[in-house]
């Protein structure tokens, strides 16, 4: 069903990429990027499982569906990318078979009153409190520290439905424009391993693009 589904998105880029304005150049040889065997919509659309809901094709994909696919392509593209810094996946599965029993039981003419973001899984930059994720603003002095709740906008966030899967790397305190710092190490491009991600967002940026979150 995933692959069915999401094959007609492939032939898109993100709006980033696609403007004539941002071009990826061709990388060095002897360079290594990841999106040569993407296999995922890059930033395609914000609610996938809406649409399908949306149509009426609750069959097509379930929640514990969509998150397995968005777990399986962090697990595939983090270890060359250091994007993803906190693992959420037993917890995102957890929420997301509760959602395939939602979904199981709300009849067609009541989808729509599901929740805005419903089973969409997500990440978070470890700037935002998380409950029980790293939250170190990727400052030594606060290494080990983990956050005691969800902040308020993540709070919304799985309020609305969203499912996180984990959260992203960030420069140290946010002062940088690539994201790197003494606890996790550095985030690189997907486009390309040997240039930054940029920062402050760094982390987020990099999994998004490399289809492991649908946002962040």
């Known amino acids: 069903h995933l692959k069915k589904w999401m094959a007609p998105e492939r032939r898109h880029v993100s709006a980033l990429f696609a403007t004539g304005h941002n071009r ?11 999106l040569g065997t993407w296999n995922f919509p890059v930033n395609t659309v914000l609610s996938p499982l809406a649409s399908v809901l949306a149509a009426g094709n609750r069959a ?35 929420e997301a078979r509760l959602a395939d029993a939602v979904l199981a039981r ?27 994720q790293p939250h170190t603003g990727g400052m030594m002095r606060r290494a080990g520290n ?5 902040c308020t906008v993540v709070e919304r966030l799985r309020q609305a439905g969203a ?35 940029g920062g402050s967002s760094g982390g987020e940026g990099a999994i998004v693009a490399a289809g492991g979150a649908p946002f962040g």
């Open 60 to 94: 097509m994909l379930k929640p514990s569906e969509l998150t397995e696919a968005h777990l399986a392509r962090i697990a595939a593209v983090n270890p060359a990318l250091n994007a993803v810094i906190g693992d959420r996946s037993a917890a995102a599965q957890a």
């Open 24 to 34: 990826v150049m061709p990388m060095p040889k002897g360079v290594v990027g990841i």
């Open 163 to 197: 499912i996180v899967l984990g959260v992203t790397n960030v420069p140290e305190g946010g002062l940088w424009m690539e994201t790197h710092n003494l606890i996790y190490g550095r985030t690189r491009n997907p486009w390309n391993l040997a240039h930054t991600s």
């Open 106 to 132: 709300t009849p067609d003419a009541e989808l729509h009153k599901l929740p805005a973001l419903f089973a969409i899984p997500c990440t978070i930059k470890e700037f935002f409190g998380v409950a029980g």
């Open 146 to 150: 983990r956050a005691g709740s969800d």
